[in-house]
DNA sequence: TCAATTTACATGCATTTGCATTGACTATCA
DNA sequence: TGATAGTCAATGCAAATGCATGTAAATTGA
């Protein structure tokens, strides 16, 4: 129930600022080269890496922090478009295995460059390796989830 | 057009999780407690920071970091709520002076412990001050916008 | 073994967003 | 001063999101 300092809100803000500044960037980035957003990389990420094993939606959500229902239809939108398939799951009938297809891998391999780029130009051009290492550190103790 | 190093990608998603992790936190507390979205705590706090003299939505785009079109329903919402009013600008007469309502002012009032409380768990229980003071000033880094 | 509960995923409906465009006014400058 | 360009804001339409709920299968446990 306590308030925060001056401080913590100022460190808030930066975050939120900071944050909305680089994904801007980066969607920019993704959509002037004709490429869809951001999540769909993502998704083809994981199943990518993943491989012939694929994988669960709900394993794709605990990766992605998306709610169920979004990660339900940004598989559909993304099959749709022809980059992953659904495939029934021998272990669990209520579920199907998702895997990436070859126009899904082509089509993160090449949305990368322009990706990467973008990340480059938000971050890494911003920061030295050390200011990288700190900030990596600070942040992570923001995801501990202790009362 | 160069690729970023992998502690740059690793940075760039350590600021997304971190990022969306307090941000959840952050808008469920204040959905629990019955409350607008933040963006609507955004717009009145400032409105009542300027006071009587009220600010244009032009400005406001600047200030929160929305697109023109956001701002204008946002604000619509906002309006259609009762926390802002709309008047008439003698300067300009394509556009209007915003200024906050009594029942806006109580309403920002009455969030604040709510929102306040939520920074406090998501931000000011997980760093030190120390550890705050250094997340800003990098974070500041990444807003610069030279090439 | 079978009723109750939980888990996995989908979906109808309302709200919100994104994009492109429009309407209205202001500024520029020849 | 009058055409041209630029700025401020709203909006129609399509897409995405949030919320609540539905369906079906798996798990639990009496």
Redesign the pocket.
């Known amino acids: 129930m306590s308030l925060p300092s001056d401080s913590t809100v100022e460190t808030w803000i930066s975050l939120v600022r900071a944050h909305d500044t680089a994904l801007l960037t980066v969607e920019r980035g993704l959509?002037e080269a004709g490429f869809p957003p951001l999540?769909w990389y993502d998704v083809l990420l994981e199943l990518d890496r993943i491989g012939p094993a694929g994988l669960?939606?709900?394993?794709l959500?605990a990766a992605l922090l998306?709610?169920?229902?979004?990660?339900?239809?940004?598989?559909?939108?993304i099959e749709k478009a022809g980059y992953l398939q659904?495939q029934i799951?021998m272990?669990?009938?209520?579920?199907?295995v998702l895997t990436i297809t070859d126009t899904g891998r082509k089509l993160r391999q090449s949305m990368w460059p322009v990706y990467g780029a973008a990340i480059e130009q938000a971050v890494g051009e911003k920061l030295t390796p050390g200011e990288m290492r700190l900030l990596q550190r600070v942040l992570a103790k923001l995801l501990s989830s202790d009362t």
Chains 1, 2 share one sequence.
Not at 56 to 59: D, I, V, Y
Not at 68 to 76: F, H, P
């Open positions: 959509k999540a669960r939606p709900f394993e959500q998306l709610p169920q229902y979004g990660v339900s239809r940004l598989i559909d939108r659904k799951c272990e669990d009938a209520r579920g199907h």
